[in-house]
Each structure stands twice: as structure tokens, then as C-alpha cells.
């Protein structure tokens, strides 16, 4: 199993806590985004995964990309501990949580939309900076709301165990406070990512602690 990955890509980050989680060995291979214009656009890579993103996981002589298909690909792989619940209804609602970061906050943070708005459009560092923590307090208003609902114990989105929602939102919020993001008006959503973040398979993955890290 080998992960094609970047230290500071967040939804690389994701596959590495779900990896952890599940204790599975994999091969990581560092592709660094910002290097001779991006190691994600050169031909080998385009070559294996034509998306051209990380992260992507080869496998039995698949490559799989898009952090949550990979996830949901470990989670029926290797069944525990399960990351989504057995409820058909329950699992919705976990993937829903999931997705409010993945596919309505991150999509619009992402390195590639960043660097559009600093070199074509010509956003200074600032309004950047107000962009990206815009679309966090868009995101993370709703989300503070189902946590409240949805979290037994107040240490995880959903439920009293780690579940997809979890593994999505620690590296957002890592990613949050990186860009210094007010995070005062979501304490339940703090909450959460700081008992999460001090578990073992979640410190594992974070970005500093990977083999491509850069100081």
C-alpha cells in the first residue's frame, strides 16, 4: 500500500489519522506541491493519478484519489474500528458532517484556490487572509451547531467514538489556526479536535511530525 502525499495537504492529512486509526502500514511518497511548479503536475504522477492531487492511494493495482473515497476504501478493507456507524441514518449524518468541511470549506480554501487568488486576481496577503477565514466561519457555524447535537461526550463530533467526521475535522482546524482563524465562537468544535488531536494515531499524522516536513 503506498500513499502519495504532502506533509501540509489536508486531506493527505486525513488519510494519515484514518491509516493510523486503523493500523495499516503504508508506503508514504512525499509530492511536493509548490517544487518545480508542483511534483503533483509532472507526467509520472499525472500518469498514475490523471487528477493530479494528493493524496491517492495505490493498492492491488488500483490508485484511488480523493481523501474520502480513500477513506471509506480503508474503512471496508479493514472493518475496525469502524469509522462510520452500522445505522443507515447514523452513517448519513456522519458523512454529512464529513462533507461540511470537505466538500464546503476546504474546497474553496485549497492551496490551488489561494494561489489563484494571489497571482491572477492579484489579492494581497490580507484579503486572502480574510477570504480563507470567511469561508471557516461559514462552515464551522453550522458545524458547531450539529456537534452539540450529535456528540455524546463532547470529545467527538458524533457519538462517543472516532468517526469520519473527526478524521476530517482535525486537519481543517489545524489549517483553521495556521491561518489564525477566530475560533472563540465554535468551543465545542475546540473542544473536540483538542482530545482528538491528543491521540496517538491523530499526533502521528500531523504535518510537522511527517518525513517530508519542512521547518
Known amino acids: ?46 500518469a498514475l493519478n490523471p487528477q493530479g492531487l494528493v493524496p491517492a492511494l495505490e493498492h492491488q493495482g488500483r490508485v484511488i484519489g480523493q481523501s474520502l ?5 480503508l474503512d471496508e478493507i479493514q472493518p475496525e474500528p469502524p469509522l462510520l456507524p452500522d445505522d443507515p441514518g447514523e452513517r448519513a449524518v ?6 461540511a468541511i470537505a466538500c464546503d470549506i476546504h474546497p474553496l480554501n485549497n492551496l490551488r484556490v489561494l494561489n489563484y487568488l494571489k497571482g491572477p486576481l492579484g489579492h494581497d496577503e490580507a484579503a486572502v487572509g480574510r477570504w480563507y477565514a470567511h469561508w471557516v466561519a461559514e462552515g ?5 451547531e450539529m456537534a452539540k447535537r450529535s456528540s455524546a461526550d463532547g470529545r467527538h463530533l458524533y457519538g462517543g467514538s472516532v468517526t469520519l467526521a473527526d478524521v476530517v475535522l482535525v486537519p481543517q482546524m489545524y489549517n483553521a489556526r495556521r491561518f489564525r482563524c477566530d475560533l472563540a465562537p465554535y468551543p465545542t468544535l475546540v473542544a473536540i479536535s483538542t482530545y482528538l488531536e491528543s491521540l496517538p494515531p491523530f499526533q502521528a499524522a500531523r504535518p510537522e511530525a511527517q518525513p517530508d516536513a519542512e521547518a
Not at 5 to 21: G, M
Open 140 to 144: 464551522f457555524r453550522g458545524l458547531e
Open 1 to 46: 500500500m503506498k500513499l502519495y502525499t504532502y506533509y501540509r495537504s489536508s486531506a493527505a492529512y486525513r488519510v494519515r489519522i484514518a491509516l493510523n486509526v486503523k493500523e495499516l502500514g503504508v508506503l508514504y511518497i512525499p509530492k511536493h506541491l509548490l517544487r518545480e511548479g508542483g511534483e503533483h503536475q509532472l507526467d509520472d504522477y499525472l
Open 94 to 99: 456522519v458523512r454529512s458532517m464529513a462533507m
Open 69 to 73: 473515497a480513500i477513506i471509506e476504501y
